[in-house]
């Protein structure tokens, strides 16, 4: 959702490659941005794999490319976290246990204590993937207008 569209699409017409290059390079910008913003609010954990799990990529041609900011995690994993776990089945003990001994010092009986609890009560989700979409959204938005504006200046004069 930005301006100039039509007018980037005729620039590109012209110089295709140069517009790529600058729409490639401005998308890579925009990943940065949204990925530095999920790993902040990505929780650290026990072991912090998932903060290190998150990667970004590009995919297309010209100018019809798509960034995204995305985990190599397991999905229903990274779902979790982001959502939350609903009340119902207790959680598996070991990643609990792993958490509970470097957090706390705490042993096995302490982390069945913490997954009974997250059994009955369920937990909140961090949101880290929302929460920073909904951050980034404004400054993305202006960096890609600033730049598709810079493109079609540059072509049309």
């Not at 530095?36 to 794999?49: F, I, K, N, Q, Y």
């Not at 490319?65 to 982001?82: M, N, Q």
């Not at 070991?94 to 957090?103: E, F, M, N, T, Y």
Request: no cysteine.
């Amino acid at each position: 959702e930005t301006r100039g569209v039509p007018e980037l699409q005729t620039a590109f017409s012209r110089f295709p490659a140069e517009v790529e290059r600058d729409m490639r390079q401005t998308m890579e910008v925009a990943t940065g941005m949204v990925h530095a913003e999920v790993v902040d609010r990505t929780p650290v954990g026990a072991t912090g794999l998932a903060r290190r799990s998150m990667t970004t990529d590009i995919k297309g041609t010209g100018i019809d490319l798509t960034g995204r900011v995305f985990s190599r995690d397991e999905p229903v994993k990274i779902a979790s976290l982001e959502t939350g776990r609903k009340p119902g089945k207790m959680p598996p003990i070991d990643p609990i246990a792993l958490w509970v001994k470097r957090k706390f010092g705490g042993d096995r009986s302490a982390a069945f204590l913490v997954a009974r609890a997250i059994g009955k009560r369920g937990t909140k989700g961090a949101k880290m993937f929302e929460r920073s979409y909904e951050l980034t959204k404004p400054r993305v938005e202006r960096l890609f207008d600033q730049r598709i504006q810079a493109v079609i200046t540059r072509v049309f004069r």
